[in-house]
């Protein structure tokens, strides 16, 4: 390999490093102790959406665009 490959590759990894652990893993750990404060299980958030399919098309949309989620039948933000 060249030598400005390996640089190149030595420079991508720690890039991805550093995003891991500086954006991945807060985010995460943010998420996870949000997730507890608001009392959703994995089960909720695994389970099948039974709604009006309309409001499944805008829950979706909401989720893209807004982070929010459906918990018990109300829409929370996810942030």
Known sequence: MSIAKTVL?????YLEA??????????CSATIAWEQSQGISA??????YTGPREQRQLLRRARFWTGLRLVDGALKSFV
Request: charged share 40%; net charge positive; hydrophobic share 30%.
């Open 9 to 13: 590759h030595k420079f991508v990894g």
């Open 18 to 27: 550093q995003a891991s652990e500086l954006i991945w893993k807060p985010r």
């Open 43 to 48: 089960k909720d958030k695994t389970s099948k």
